[in-house]
Nanobody
Framework: QVQLVESGGGLVQAGDSLRLSCAASGRTLNVHGMGWFRQAPGKEREFVACINWNGASTSYADSVKGRFTISGDNAKNTLYLQMNSLKPEDTAVYYC???????????????????WGQGSQVTVSS
């Protein structure tokens, strides 16, 4: 089994920055991609960013491109999401996800992931 624990969320003002972390434990081998998703109240969970197994490929939702950066530290089994220039519309619960099914791409779809964290609340005030 795999456990994913997000941290780093909080309440910030528009224009501020936050860095989310996602620490993985358990069966941490055979990871074939990781991603960040978010879910705002009353809305469906949506893709934010992904990174492939070796970090060579990343992809971002248009709404966060140029403001958010996904990265990973394999030695620490930790995934990060650096969020700059935050906007009120970025308010959501942020989830990290890990893919153990074989694949070399950066995956943007919820169904492509096997394991999920419990989420971290990010609230951006105007």
């Amino acid at each position: 089994q795999v456990q994913l624990v997000e941290s780093g969320g909080g309440l910030v003002q528009a224009g501020d920055s936050l860095r989310l972390s996602c620490a993985a434990s358990g069966r941490t081998l055979n990871v074939h991609g990781m991603g960040w998703f978010r879910q705002a109240p009353g809305k469906e969970r949506e893709f934010v960013a992904c990174i492939n197994w070796n970090g060579a490929s990343t992809s971002y939702a248009d709404s966060v491109k140029g403001r958010f950066t996904i990265s990973g530290d394999n030695a620490k089994n930790t995934l990060y999401l650096q969020m700059n220039s935050l906007k009120p519309e970025d308010t959501a619960v942020y989830y990290c996800a890990q893919r153990h099914m074989y694949g070399s791409l950066c995956y943007r779809e919820i169904a492509e992931y096997d394991y999920w964290g419990q989420g971290s609340q990010v609230t951006v005030s105007s």
